[in-house]
């Protein structure tokens, strides 16, 4: 029989994939703790946690464990007209980590359907309330995902560009820098005296697509401090910056005002299983509890709150708040740091930053001399059993929690191997 590389090109259509350029996929067989294993046995560490999911590495033992025991008593439940266990102990147990105004889960699928219902809480919260605001605010180079509500909001057009013409309104800010917030603040000053803006969609701290630009809670804070004197809802994409990844359980927690709203998915399941959560206050439920039918939130998805998924969500909360992991996580912001002094001044980088867990470097090159440079130089980390993705000229690290040292030191030493031959 042919490899799964080779029969994989029969039928499947890859994401984010021109399969006329890329038409051949690297076949991996199995994954623990941070390697992966391709169907030759070559291992990989996985430097990015396979899209920021992986945090407490692969097939972990613990949640591997309670979600076989849960797999033996409830698999799978409607959840419109039913309950169960799974989905009361994970509301209970994600609203202690949560900001503390944050008071109602809205379950779903994966990230891009929990923005999307974030994008639709905030639209029709004003609908219901009788006010015309149909414009949504979001930072210059955004992503949010896939969908029509998502798209609209995200600000990449390579994603885009077919569809645009079918999206809801939505007007740009600029990401906020110690040199441009006060005119940032003056502009959506006068622009909310229209007083037709419905929400505000915004990556705190770390814009993840738009190769790991990083910007400051201060200058955020006063964005969304100013927008919610206005009666803007604000909604807060935690998709990737959830769970610990900032160094604090959510990005949101490194500013004093929260937000109305908070997208979660990827590490919410560590990786597992897929599904998502949007959360809310109070008051924006409010808007929605009614005698009149039509003002209900009807929006759902048949695998809602599925027992499994609520299950391995529940177990990677319990890692999240343990002592190991909360160490393990402090280990890996000193490590980038020190990485970080060892190769900031080299002539060939031309930018670091680090948010958290996250830390990302700027190739001092000229992107166009090089050719394919994101395939060129992921192909060296893949040749030297390192897994990194870059996005252009950009090289970020969002690796495990549970990656040694001598694992994180790999990671390290194949980056700086590259400024050897680039």
Same mark, same amino acid.
């Given at each position: ?41 070559? %291992? ?24 076989? $025991? ?9 959840? *419109? ?45 004003? !609908? ?23 798209? *609209? ?12 013409? !079918? ?19 003056e502009q959506l000053e006068q622009r909310l005296q229209k007083n037709d803006i419905a929400g505000f969609i915004y990556e705190p701290l770390i814009q993840g697509a738009a190769a790991m630009q990083m910007h400051d809670p201060e200058g955020l804070e006063k964005i969304v401090t100013l927008l919610k004197s206005y009666g803007v809802i604000t909604v807060a994409d935690e998709v990737m910056t959830g769970f610990g990844k900032t160094g604090k359980y959510f990005a949101s927690d490194h500013l004093s005002v929260k937000p109305d709203v908070m997208c979660m998915s990827k590490a919410l399941t560590a990786g597992l299983v897929p599904m998502a959560v949007t ?42 708040? *343990? %002592? ?35 830390? $990302? ?19 060296? !980390? ?41």
């Amino acid at each position: 029989m042919k490899n799964i590389s080779e029969r994989d090109k029969k039928h499947i259509w890859h994401p984010l994939t021109q399969h006329k350029l890329h038409s051949q996929m690297l076949g991996i067989t199995k994954a623990k703790g941070c390697v992966l294993y391709d169907e030759e046995g070559k %291992e990989y560490i996985d430097g990015i946690s396979s899209w920021y999911t992986s945090v407490y590495g692969h097939c972990n033992d613990f949640i591997i464990e309670k979600v076989y $025991a849960q797999m033996q008593q409830l698999d799978q439940v409607v959840f *419109s007209g039913f309950t169960h266990e799974p989905a009361v102990k994970l509301s209970e147990e994600l609203i202690k980590i949560l900001p503390s105004n944050q008071q109602k889960l809205f379950f779903s699928d994966n990230g891009s359907t929990a923005t999307e219902i974030g994008i639709k809480m905030a639209l029709q919260y004003h !609908f219901n309330k009788g006010e015309k605001k149909n414009v949504f605010l979001a930072f210059d180079d955004a992503f949010h995902g896939d969908t029509f509500g998502a798209m *609209s909001v995200s600000g990449l057009s390579v994603y885009n560009g077919p569809f645009e013409d !079918f999206f809801i309104a939505v007007e740009r800010v600029k990401t906020p820098t110690q040199e441009n917030i006060s005119s940032i603040l003056e502009q959506l000053e006068q622009r909310l005296q229209k007083n037709d803006i419905a929400g505000f969609i915004y990556e705190p701290l770390i814009q993840g697509a738009a190769a790991m630009q990083m910007h400051d809670p201060e200058g955020l804070e006063k964005i969304v401090t100013l927008l919610k004197s206005y009666g803007v809802i604000t909604v807060a994409d935690e998709v990737m910056t959830g769970f610990g990844k900032t160094g604090k359980y959510f990005a949101s927690d490194h500013l004093s005002v929260k937000p109305d709203v908070m997208c979660m998915s990827k590490a919410l399941t560590a990786g597992l299983v897929p599904m998502a959560v949007t959360s809310c206050t109070q008051q924006i439920y409010d808007a929605f509890y009614s005698n009149e039918i039509s003002k209900g939130l009807f929006h759902g998805h048949t695998y809602t709150a599925n027992p499994l998924a609520c299950t391995a969500a529940l177990a990677g909360i319990a890692l999240l708040k *343990s %002592e190991e992991i909360q160490q393990n996580i402090q280990r890996i912001i000193t490590s980038h740091k020190k990485f970080d002094a060892e190769i900031k001044n080299n002539p060939k980088v031309a930018r670091t930053r680090q948010t958290g867990t996250i830390y $990302a470097l700027d190739l001092n090159i000229e992107m166009e001399r090089y050719g394919n440079l994101r395939d060129k130089l992921m192909n060296h !980390f893949m040749q030297n059993g390192v897994f990194l993705r870059p996005l252009g000229n950009t090289i970020y690290i969002s690796a495990p929690y549970v990656i040694t040292k001598e694992q994180m030191q790999k990671i390290y030493d194949t980056i700086k191997s590259v400024l050897t031959i680039i």
